[in-house]
């Protein structure tokens, strides 16, 4: 019974440890940039800048070359990120 406790006890230390460095990891990461809501472009309006199909989109959305901020179901993008996007995708010769 006694080697049984100080198993659990073991295991117990090591939870709080990890616990510990996760929770100084939580204070030192930064928080999340506020994005405008206003400043977003929905997806129909990525199709119709970018002159594509709603099939091309979403098969760019699946390979990573779009990358949308999710809202629920709904994609969303910051017009700055969409020609990061493309000027990157350019480059490497995906599209």
């Keep these: ?5 100080t198993k659990i006890l073991v295991v117990l230390k090591s939870i709080y ?5 996760m929770c100084k990891v939580a204070e030192t990461d930064t928080l999340p940039v506020a994005i405008d809501v ?3 472009m929905t997806r129909m309006a990525v199709i119709a800048k970018l002159g594509i199909s709603e ?7 699946k390979n990573g070359i779009l990358a949308p ?5 709904k ?3 910051r017009e700055e990120d ?3 996007a493309v000027r990157r995708s350019i480059n490497k010769g995906l599209i």
């Design 82 to 84: 969409l020609k990061d």
């Design 1 to 5: 019974m006694v080697k049984q406790m």
């Design 17 to 21: 440890r990890l616990l510990e460095s």
């Design 38 to 40: 206003n400043q977003l």
């Design 69 to 73: 901020i999710k809202m629920g179901n």
């Design 55 to 61: 099939r091309t989109y979403n098969r760019w959305v």
């Design 75 to 77: 994609h969303f993008y």
